[in-house]
């Protein structure tokens, strides 16, 4: 695997009528010839001409003939699209390209350029303006955000107490990113079909925090995200806000064992507080006196186990020994 190079990878799922602009924008990308670069495509269990178009589109242009390949990931899932492709990328530095993502014309270099002088860091995302073929409702401003729209930050910088990077336009560590789930699989599917589940691209980041990296925000990685109209109603931000909610039922559990990590000089007085919050309700034999946060809490600083400690804290501290030994 060669280092300094970096691989872009587009996952579909129906994409036919979305990959005309996001594939011509990286045709468009100026790239330094010291600089090698591929594309993956990778076809989610399509049920349009997702196929032929994208190989029309990448027969256009020359400088994408001799470096792109179209691979198949048949367990439907964004999760399991994206593994694929880092599965198949020949470069350690990668880029999720969503398929309506239109990547700026520096944006590959760029990339490859900050994560090449950052050795600390293991992801960085970059800010998008939303555009459609019609005009942005009056409360796009306002929720924007769920659409992966706007800036991640209020300027470059390290952001890693965020969490989380939006998947699109996220580059990172091939080598980190295979580590981190190589005994693991991901607890979440992400996107299926038209099933608008999420979070991966946040388990991502956030095992990556666990190894003991950075995320790092860069105003200069900037891109275009079209937003189909379809996706501009109330029905569909509502399953999209929906999707959110199951995600963090899990990624909370992650955010709470990354708490304890990141200051383990509270570590005996969380226990403390809440050792003595789960003593009285047993005395009292009212389990309601705790919640499940403050049972996974117990459980990341002191491995006692009790009724409402999840099984998803049990899998992570697992996950988290398991890396131990990789961090930085």
Same mark, same amino acid.
């Given at each position: ?80 699209a ?36 950052h ?5 960085v ?57 190589k ?56 399953? =999209?806000? *929906? ?5 963090? #039922? %899990?990624?909370?559990? !992650? ?6 990590? $990141? ?18 309700s ?19 600083t002191?491995?006692i186990? =009790?009724? *409402?400690?999840s099984?998803?804290?049990? #899998? %992570?501290?697992?996950? !988290? ?6 961090? $930085?």
């Amino acid at each position: 695997m060669e280092t300094n190079n970096i691989s872009i990878i587009i996952c579909c799922y129906n994409s036919a009528h979305r990959l005309h602009e996001t594939i011509k924008h990286l045709a468009l990308q100026q790239v330094a010839e010291s600089t090698a670069w591929e594309l993956i495509i990778v076809n989610n269990n399509s049920t349009d001409n997702t196929l032929e178009v994208a190989r029309n589109e990448i027969n256009q242009y020359e400088i994408l003939q001799r470096r792109s390949k179209i691979v198949n990931e048949k367990t439907p899932g964004l999760s399991y699209a994206r593994s694929k492709g880092v599965q198949e990328a020949q470069y350690e530095y990668i880029v999720f390209c969503d398929d309506d993502n239109w990547l700026d014309k520096n944006y590959i270099q760029t990339a490859c350029d900050f994560l090449n002088n950052h050795k600390n860091v293991a992801a960085v995302g970059g800010q998008s303006e939303g555009v459609s073929e019609v005009q942005l409702p009056d409360w796009w401003e306002d929720y924007k955000w769920a659409y992966a729209v706007g800036k991640q930050g209020q300027k470059s910088g390290d952001i890693t107490e965020r969490e989380f990077l939006w998947g699109s336009g996220l580059a990172f560590r091939k080598s980190l990113y295979v580590q981190s789930f190589k005994d693991y699989p991901s607890f979440l599917s992400d996107r299926k079909g038209n099933e608008l589940s999420s979070g991966g691209d946040s388990e991502v980041c956030m095992r990556f925090i666990l190894m003991g990296y950075q995320l790092y925000y860069d105003e200069s990685l900037m891109f275009k995200h079209f937003i189909d109209p379809q996706r501009l109603n109330w029905t569909y931000l509502k399953k =999209l806000t *929906k999707g959110f909610l199951q995600s963090a #039922s %899990i990624l909370k559990v !992650y955010s709470v064992y990354i708490e304890v990590l $990141r200051y383990p000089n509270l570590k005996y007085k969380i226990f403390l507080l809440n050792y003595l919050k789960v003593f009285f309700s047993i005395i009292f034999n009212r389990t309601n006196f705790y919640t499940e946060r403050e049972a996974n809490l117990i459980y990341f600083t002191s491995g006692i186990t =009790l009724r *409402k400690t999840s099984e998803t804290a049990k #899998s %992570i501290k697992e996950l !988290y020994q398991s890396l131990k030994h990789l961090k $930085r």
